[in-house]
């Protein structure tokens, strides 16, 4: 089967281009390795270990309290019902491909009852017009930086500043869907607290840029965290003791938070070389963060073909998957961490070389 040989040769390459490795026990293991024996777990959200990582987000993001999570789904969604309480009205807006749109089951309407609003266009940001042009009331808005689904594009800091400011003038609340919050803050050349003092509420994940095993922070001012305390509960999110995925989060994010620029060159550098090859391009062109999507005009199954034999013949992984967009093309995502930087250099362009013939072998007229 040909996507099983596409997974195959990418698991058997010598060295891979993205991410920060296989997620296996070593994550975890190396996680704990310098972890006094004696430290007590957490308690049911309470807790040195828990309440002393909970300041230090809060201090990072520059909100006055947050509070850890299993899963920033249930985070958000809590978040949103909370702004939802708090203004009457069970309306929140956000981006057609916003992850509580097609990944959560309609979590936000089954439990919850609120009812979503889809801004902008699918294929791009959301724009101050967007919000102007809202014909209903809402709660809030929820913004995703950078937008996952388009590639990981962003809207520009001025923009940011003005749905902000807008907001605040007609009492809707912004929420920050910051799952990748730290690898946009190259590109916007500020501090996370300075693109956080723009939304009332703030989500940030531990398991994807920062590599951890699991696990959530949601910040915002002392009321909103006390009501989503309590949800949290009602959730059953206040596990026994989350000391395993606060400890991971904690060694993860200080290795890591301080390399989002290292991240981020690398990822336009990524990018040039992919956009040089033939019947091949990059969503965006340029990267806006560590992040992009690959994209073929040409059918998945040939697609996956070359990939495999690129894998085959230099050792380079590329990519485990294609998604099929329709019959004639197809993308893959790419998300830049510790892994890029070992690869040699002069590996990386003799896989882009190959890459490149083998495209223009099948693809190109006769």
């Given at each position: 089967?040909?996507?099983?040989?596409?997974?195959?040769?990418?698991?058997?390459?010598?060295?891979?281009?993205?991410?920060?490795?296989?997620?296996?026990?070593?994550?975890?293991?190396?996680?704990?390795?310098?972890?006094?024996?004696?430290?007590?777990?957490?308690?049911?959200?309470?807790?040195?270990?828990?309440?002393?990582?909970?300041?230090?987000?809060?201090?990072?993001?520059?909100k006055e309290e947050a509070v850890f999570f299993p899963s920033g789904t249930m985070a958000q969604q809590i978040a949103l019902r909370i702004w939802c309480d708090e203004?009457?009205?069970?309306?929140?807006?956000?981006?057609?491909?916003?992850?509580?749109?097609?990944?959560?089951?309609?979590?936000?309407?089954?439990?919850?009852?609120?009812?979503?609003?889809?801004?902008?266009?699918?294929?791009?940001?959301?724009?101050?017009?967007?919000?102007?042009?809202?014909?209903?009331?809402?709660?809030?808005?929820?913004?995703?930086?950078?937008?996952?689904?388009?590639?990981?594009?962003?809207?520009?800091?001025?923009?940011?500043?003005?749905?902000?400011?807008?907001?605040?003038?007609?009492?809707?609340?912004?929420?920050?869907?910051?799952?990748?919050?730290?690898?946009?803050?190259?590109?916007?050349?500020?501090?996370?607290?300075?693109?956080?003092?723009?939304?009332?509420?703030?989500?940030?994940?531990?398991?994807?840029?920062?590599?951890?095993?699991?696990?959530?922070?949601?910040?915002?001012?002392?009321?909103?965290?006390?009501?989503?305390?309590?949800?949290?509960?009602?959730?059953?999110?206040?596990?026994?003791?989350?000391?395993?995925?606060?400890?991971?989060?904690?060694?993860?994010?200080?290795?890591?938070?301080?390399?989002?620029?290292?991240?981020?060159?690398?990822?336009?550098?990524?990018?040039?070389?992919?956009?040089?090859?033939?019947?091949?391009?990059?969503?965006?062109?340029?990267?806006?963060?560590?992040?992009?999507?690959?994209?073929?005009?040409?059918?998945?199954?040939?697609?996956?073909?070359?990939?495999?034999?690129?894998?085959?013949?230099?050792?380079?992984?590329?990519?485990?998957?294609?998604?099929?967009?329709?019959?004639?093309?197809?993308?893959?995502?790419?998300?830049?961490?510790?892994?890029?930087?070992?690869?040699?250099?002069?590996?990386?362009?003799?896989?882009?070389?190959?890459?490149?013939?083998?495209?223009?072998?099948?693809?190109?007229?006769?």
């Amino acid at each position: 089967m040909i996507q099983t040989s596409l997974k195959e040769s990418f698991k058997k390459s010598n060295y891979q281009l993205a991410g920060h490795g296989k997620r296996n026990i070593h994550v975890l293991k190396e996680a704990f390795q310098a972890v006094d024996e004696n430290l007590e777990s957490d308690l049911y959200g309470e807790g040195k270990v828990i309440e002393e990582f909970q300041e230090k987000m809060a201090s990072i993001l520059g909100k006055e309290e947050a509070v850890f999570f299993p899963s920033g789904t249930m985070a958000q969604q809590i978040a949103l019902r909370i702004w939802c309480d708090e203004k009457g009205i069970r309306k929140v807006a956000y981006h057609p491909l916003s992850h509580l749109e097609i990944h959560e089951e309609d979590g936000l309407k089954e439990i919850h009852k609120i009812e979503s609003i889809l801004l902008a266009d699918k294929n791009r940001v959301i724009e101050l017009e967007d919000v102007l042009n809202l014909r209903e009331p809402v709660s809030s808005i929820l913004l995703e930086l950078p937008q996952r689904e388009i590639g990981g594009q962003l809207p520009s800091f001025d923009t940011l500043e003005q749905i902000s400011a807008y907001c605040q003038e007609n009492g809707i609340r912004l929420h920050l869907d910051g799952a990748r919050l730290l690898e946009v803050l190259p590109y916007y050349q500020k501090s996370a607290a300075e693109v956080c003092a723009l939304f009332d509420s703030v989500y940030l994940s531990f398991y994807k840029g920062i590599g951890g095993i699991a696990g959530a922070i949601l910040a915002g001012d002392k009321e909103f965290i006390q009501q989503s305390k309590v949800w949290k509960r009602r959730y059953g999110g206040d596990l026994i003791g989350l000391y395993p995925y606060i400890l991971s989060a904690d060694y993860y994010f200080d290795r890591r938070a301080h390399k989002m620029e290292q991240y981020y060159q690398s990822a336009k550098e990524l990018a040039h070389l992919y956009n040089s090859c033939h019947g091949i391009s990059t969503l965006p062109i340029d990267p806006v963060s560590n992040m992009f999507h690959v994209h073929f005009q040409q059918p998945k199954d040939q697609v996956e073909l070359v990939l495999a034999e690129v894998h085959r013949q230099t050792g380079i992984g590329l990519t485990s998957y294609l998604k099929e967009i329709d019959e004639k093309s197809c993308y893959f995502e790419v998300s830049l961490g510790d892994l890029y930087a070992d690869v040699p250099n002069e590996l990386v362009q003799v896989a882009f070389k190959r890459l490149n013939e083998l495209m223009k072998q099948h693809f190109l007229p006769l």
